[in-house]
């Protein structure tokens, strides 16, 4: 049962614009969200994370929006560059699971110039 | 020092051999966990230390044995592996113990074949 979901599992955007990159959860429980990015052949790189009592979190050109009430979480990265093409997984804990992230099943960006 | 690392980088390793994946933190994090990813799948979790005790065991087959010698070294021992184990294997780390939500922070990853 995948309880964390990418449904997108490829995206294209042009040099400059907006990537928005999709999560779907259906554990109500999770309280904590985080987006990692991954190169071929590299290990996971941290992005950015939330909490579930907060709806939006930035740092820099990637903002991550949580929607409780859906079980979605989006992450938004303006302007895209072309360093940014990856796979970017969104990743699931829930407090007193001994950190066990629940992992999505990525989304691979490509930012074309 | 600001990551985690991970050595060999690559591992070609025959089914009736034994070797040791290594990975090293100097960050001062109380916990380490190792990962296995397959292709096109997303990182599966297969052992967690806490504070250099073992907390999580995810059901994984005795032929991979985790060790934690000290809070900044995690080694995984491999014996008679199978070659369905060939994989990307991940080391992380995160600064609080693991009842705790925080991020975890991946090494690059050892890329093992087993003929």
């Known amino acids: 049962d995948q309880q964390v979901k990418q449904n997108s599992p490829s995206l294209s955007v042009q040099e400059g614009r907006i990537s928005i990159l999709n999560c779907d959860y259906t554990?109500?429980?999770?309280?904590?969200f985080l987006w990692y990015k991954k190169y071929p052949a590299e290990g996971p790189t941290f992005l950015i994370s939330?909490?579930?009592?907060?709806d939006k979190n930035e740092d820099g050109r990637f903002t991550v929006f949580l929607n409780k009430s859906a079980k979605h979480l989006s992450l938004h990265i303006v302007p895209s560059q072309p360093g940014d093409s990856a796979v970017y997984f969104c990743?699931?804990?829930?407090?007193?699971?001994?950190?066990?992230?629940?992992f999505g099943t990525g989304t691979r960006l490509q930012v074309t110039l | 020092d600001t990551e985690v690392t991970q050595t060999p980088k690559h591992l070609v390793m025959g089914m009736t051999n034994k070797k040791s994946l290594k990975c090293e933190q100097h960050?001062?994090?109380?916990?380490m966990y190792w990962y296995k990813q397959k292709a096109k799948k997303p990182p599966e979790l297969m052992f967690v230390y806490s504070y250099e005790k073992l907390s999580i065991n995810e059901s994984v087959p005795s032929r991979f044995s985790p060790e934690c010698p000290n809070s900044s070294l995690l080694n995984l021992h491999l014996h008679a592996l199978q070659p369905e184990d060939s994989a990307l294997y991940l080391c992380a780390s995160s600064l609080k113990g693991v009842y705790v939500n925080n991020e975890q922070f991946f090494g690059p990853g050892t890329r093992l074949t087993v003929l």
């Open positions: 990743a699931a804990l829930l407090t007193g699971t001994a950190s066990k992230l629940t």
């Open positions: 960050m001062g994090h109380r916990a």
């Open positions: 939330i909490s579930s009592i907060k």
């Open positions: 554990n109500s429980m999770f309280d904590y």
